[in-house]
Nanobody, 120 residues
């Protein structure tokens, strides 16, 4: 069974930085696109950033220039470096991974989320 676990959330002051990590484990043959989403209280889940297996990245407009997604396929890990954080970045951040397992089935896997709180 594939598991996806996020790390690195916490409380930070406005203007500060945090680095989130997401590790996938289990019978992984290959990772496809990996992504970060977030959900603020009372709001819908929204895309933060994606990174495909060839390194192509995509960011939500409000995160461009402040957030950076990266990945280390040798470690089955994707990162999200968040700089110049704002109170409106407060949300639960979720990792999503397209996982191809050894049977060559493709799974859409989600982590349990990690809370990021930015104080003003």
């Amino acid at each position: 069974q594939v598991q996806v676990v996020e790390f690195g959330g916490g409380l930070v002051q406005a203007g500060g930085s945090l680095r989130l990590s997401c590790v996938a484990s289990g019978p992984i043959f290959r990772l496809g696109t990996m992504a970060w989403y977030r959900q603020a209280p009372g709001k819908q889940r929204e895309l933060v950033a994606t990174m495909s297996s060839d390194g192509t990245t995509n960011y939500a407009n409000s995160m461009k220039g402040r957030f950076t997604i990266s990945r280390d396929d040798a470690k089955n890990t994707v990162y999200l470096q968040m700089n110049s954080l704002k109170p409106e970045d407060t949300a639960v951040y979720y990792c999503n991974a397209d996982v191809i397992v050894y049977s060559l089935a493709k799974l859409d896997c989600w982590g349990q989320g990690t809370q990021v709180t930015v104080s003003s």
